[in-house]
């Protein structure tokens, strides 16, 4: 009898036993599972904004205020930090987010692509990802970049530089100047150099660079430069309708309408009526709410757990005469 007591006693003992570690296995799951779930949960994510600048040009204002309204209506934390168009600037941001450690994502607007290239590494050595948009880092720092978000910089120059080709044939010899941006900024200097090669094996002959930074006026008086100093221009490559409009007012003080082809990309509201008078020939549509959006896709795939390819280009599309009353510029 004490025998069979003592045996039932080990029985219920086992049993307690039991029940007691799958119950810790069940809760370590579930807590498990939770945590899994919070970290995909995007409602606790948080994301900050490197911008180049928030207020320099319509293109960075608009990328700044699309961010700003992805994150509300998708309830994600987030901060937009202006570069001020310095590196130093952005550099103290960069830190600052480091050192803040609360951050999941950085979307990247590089002042400078090859400082960029460090933002990069020190961010991804603080384990916070990196997003690059509107501009990418510098060749040598993208490997460590989850993918770009933006415009095809060459694919518009591209557009502009294969209706130059069109309209005056390759084998015509040409003189054109560039009007560019920041010498620095990973995008110009990719619009650039598809200048360059778009007109490579053409006759077509560049007189000189230009560098406005964000300035209409600077990019006017480059070109009333120009005009004075070259009497055999044939046309422009602006990098930018700021530029593009800057130059018109240049060329039409000059006394020149007409007489000197303009191509641009990014497409301004004040454009549209240049190409219906004919002064401005082409430009090619870059807007903020499209690459937001595009963004807006990436950041949602990655929440999934998803990798997206390196290059997210938003939509761009060509306007001339012949489509401008069917374009709607965002600025």
């Known amino acids: 009898m004490k025998v069979r007591t003592g045996l039932q006693f080990v029985i219920i003992l086992i049993c307690m036993l039991v029940t007691v570690l799958t119950g810790c296995r069940r809760k370590s799951a579930e807590a498990s599972a939770n945590g899994s779930q919070r970290g995909q949960d995007s409602k606790e994510f948080h994301v900050a904004y490197a911008a180049v600048t928030t207020s320099l040009a319509p293109w960075v204002v608009a990328l700044a205020n699309e961010f700003g309204e992805m994150c509300k209506r998708n309830d994600w934390k987030y901060d937009i930090y202006d570069g001020e168009g310095n590196p130093t600037v952005q550099t103290e ?3 600052s987010i480091i050192s803040d450690g609360d951050v999941d994502m950085v979307v990247l607007f590089p002042v400078d692509g090859e400082v960029g290239v460090q933002y990069v590494k020190d961010l991804t050595s603080a384990g916070i990802g990196v997003i690059t948009m509107g501009s990418d880092v510098a060749a040598d720092g993208q490997a460590l970049v989850k993918c770009y978000v933006g415009p095809d910089q060459a694919g518009m120059v591209n557009i502009a530089t294969d209706y130059v080709k069109e309209i005056y044939g390759p084998d015509k010899p040409l003189n054109y100047v560039i009007l560019s941006g920041f010498d620095v900024q990973y995008d110009y200097i990719l619009r650039e150099k598809a200048v360059n090669d778009g007109f490579a094996g053409t006759k077509y002959n560049q007189l000189a660079v230009s560098y406005c930074g964000a300035s209409r006026d600077v990019a006017m008086e480059k070109m009333a430069n120009y005009l004075v100093t070259y009497n055999n221009l044939d046309f422009v490559a602006c990098l930018s309708d700021e530029f593009a409009l800057g130059a018109i007012q240049a060329i039409d003080e000059a006394g020149k309408t007409g007489q000197i082809m303009v191509v641009s990309i990014e497409c301004f509201k004040a454009s549209i009526p ?15 709410r499209n690459t937001i959006l595009r963004l807006e896709e990436v950041l949602k795939a990655y929440l999934r757990g998803e990798t997206p390819d390196y290059s997210q280009f938003s939509l761009i599309e060509p306007v001339t005469k012949a489509t401008a009353d069917s374009v709607s510029p965002e600025y």
């Open 93 to 95: 941001q960069i830190n």
């Open 274 to 288: 240049m190409i219906k008078e004919g002064k401005l020939a082409i430009t090619v549509t870059m807007t903020g």
